[in-house]
């Protein structure tokens, strides 16, 4: 049949063409592999395989799916950067001076990278590559980061984004059996960035998913980031080992829980903690404004912003730990601006202050928390962390007749209730020295109600703030406006650590606390608070309540306090 007649004549022109001294453009094909494999500098088992697979590629039949297959297979085999490596920068003052230029503060990230520079200049090759996690809240410059790290040491930059990957082969690839197989991101990204040492981001690297029939991507990520397996890593579609343990590993999430512990332990993390409004302010002022107002089509001289109207901005229209929404309302004011300037009769500049600003961007979305007026009996100031950063809360506690009933109102978690109740054992405890007599809590209900009621609050940080508001409804003492604290409280009144100190005392300072309590065994978390914060705050450490209640209650008014407790135990 025709089938047969065609293959009967190609191979009496295969035969032919042997006569003649000319080669089949099969054998063409295999000649220009085999220069290809001699060319890339494979390791010698690597090139091995590889010529197998061009003798195998030479015996083919020119109407065999296996060209395909194996043509596929040499040429990833040959693109791939065996001995390709780009050379590192290892000026500090060049690397630290594009660090700056890129990104305001984040002086924890900056400082590993220079510190890896200054050993890689000492010490070479020997210094592995380090594998970093970027941890912190969205839109602080974690995948921004990997960029101009890249950029400072002088390597190409690849990025890879992992969330929502399914699959153990998207990490490893498909094995050759499997028809339209092809190697994992891993190997495609170094293959991308042309040089086997490039900075390699995995982003958003805790919202990796996994699938009962897929496998986990997590697992399969375990022998990337670790130093003692990297070095001879292997694709399924490739089978042979490539060497990873040149690549600069940057992974960055939002949340560090999700991570499984395994892989989370092959990781050096470095929080990225939300920017301080003086940090957003200068990041507006130096990066924002001039890269909205090139975008625009807008000068300097043309749109003209106050630091005022910029710091209302970043308190009224954006609430968030990074600058996402600060750079889209800083668009949106541009905008409003390039219509007026395009229209008939434009003004030759705008300047925009902070009264003025209600007309470009509309009425102000949020609003923050504030000190206190004025000095008042069974409120307390706290602190607290938040999603996008730290706020300020008051805490209300209101002592009226009753059964000896403790009512907790706010959407208090479990581990907050247990805190108002340790504040009251505590205040039980001390009921003669606060001048109650015996029997006095048995007939009195206590109310403490935490505001913003439709917002979940919990944790042990607001120990000592509920039992100093307690103690003032209780004794009739007032509490200092100015005054803010953060500390767990026990049964015997001792101050335990808690965390996010940063976020809390930011907030308590731009709300114009100028007094702020601490627990003093987080007097090692002073160093990381900005200079700001330290500067413009007495920060006082304190070891119990005792302490606390002589900084935060105001000195009795002796008459006015002993004719309140006369009247709650009269009533």
């Known amino acids: 049949d025709k089938q047969q007649r065609e293959y009967y004549l190609r191979e009496q022109l295969r035969a032919i063409q042997k006569e003649l001294g000319e080669g089949s453009a099969e054998a063409a094909v295999a000649t220009e592999m085999r220069q290809k494999v001699e060319d890339a500098q494979m390791p010698e088992e690597v090139k091995a395989k590889a010529l197998v697979q061009v003798e195998r590629l030479e015996q083919q039949h020119p109407f065999s799916p296996e060209i395909g297959v194996i043509r596929g297979y040499l040429e990833w085999l040959t693109e791939l950067p065996w001995a390709v490596e780009t050379e590192d920068r290892l000026d500090l003052a060049a690397a630290a001076e594009v660090l700056d230029a890129d990104h305001y503060g984040l002086e924890k990230v900056k400082e590993r990278i220079l510190e890896f520079i200054a050993v890689r200049k000492l010490a070479g090759d020997r210094l592995r590559a380090p594998i970093l996690c970027f941890v912190g809240p969205p839109g602080v410059g974690k995948t921004s980061l990997g960029r101009s790290i890249a950029r400072a040491i002088g390597r190409n930059y690849v990025r890879m984004s992992l969330g929502g990957v399914r699959d153990e082969a998207e990490i490893r690839g498909h094995r050759r059996t499997y028809v339209g197989a092809m190697p994992g991101r891993v190997i495609k990204a170094v293959r991308d960035a042309k040089s086997r040492n490039p900075v390699l981001v ?17 697992s399969a990520l375990l022998e990337v980031l670790d130093p003692e397996q990297n070095t001879t890593f292997s694709d399924h579609y490739l089978e042979v080992p490539f060497d990873l343990s040149k690549v600069i590993f940057i992974t960055t999430a939002n949340l560090l829980e999700p991570i499984p512990p395994a892989l989370r332990d092959r990781m050096e993390v470095i929080e990225v903690s939300g920017y301080t409004e003086v940090e957003k302010l ?37 609430e968030e730990s990074g600058v996402r929404n600060l750079e889209r309302e800083i668009g949106s004011l541009c905008r409003k601006v390039a219509r007026r300037l395009a229209g008939d009769d434009p003004p030759t500049s705008i300047d925009v202050d902070a009264p003025g600003l209600d007309g470009f ?10 000190a206190e007026e004025q000095d008042e009996v069974g409120v307390a100031t706290g602190a607290a962390v938040t999603s996008v950063g730290g706020d300020l809360l008051s805490i209300e506690t209101i002592v009226m007749e009753g059964k000896g009933d403790l009512v907790l109102t706010g959407q208090l978690g479990d581990v907050m209730q247990e805190s108002a109740r340790a504040a009251l054992s505590y205040a039980r405890s001390r009921a003669i020295a606060y001048g109650l007599e015996p029997g006095f809590f048995d007939r009195r209900n206590i109310h403490v109600h935490i505001p913003a009621g439709a917002i979940p609050k919990d944790g042990p940080s607001a120990g000592i703030t509920m039992a100093t508001a307690l103690v003032s409804a209780l004794t009739g003492r007032k509490v200092r406006k100015d005054v803010a604290m953060t500390g767990e409280i026990t049964l015997r009144g001792k101050v335990l650590p808690v965390g996010g100190l940063r976020e809390k005392t930011v907030a308590a300072h731009r709300g114009g606390i100028k007094t702020f309590l601490l627990p003093r065994r987080n007097a090692k978390d002073l160093s990381e608070l900005p200079i700001v914060v330290r500067e413009g705050m007495e920060l006082i450490q304190v070891d119990n309540l005792d302490e606390v209640l002589a900084v935060a209650l105001v000195p009795a008014n002796t008459e006015e306090a002993e004719a309140r407790t006369r009247s709650l135990q009269v009533a």
């Open 202 to 218: 995995f982003d958003e690297i805790d919202k990796v998913g996994s699938d009962t029939f897929r496998g986990d991507p997590s």
């Open 282 to 318: 200068a990041i507006a002022r130096q990066f924002l404004l001039p890269k909205a107002l090139d975008g625009h089509g807008l000068t300097a001289d043309q749109l003209q912003v106050t630091d005022e109207a910029l710091r209302r901005m970043i308190r009224e229209f954006t």
């Open 361 to 370: 961007l509309g009425v102000p979305r949020y609003e923050f928390g504030l």
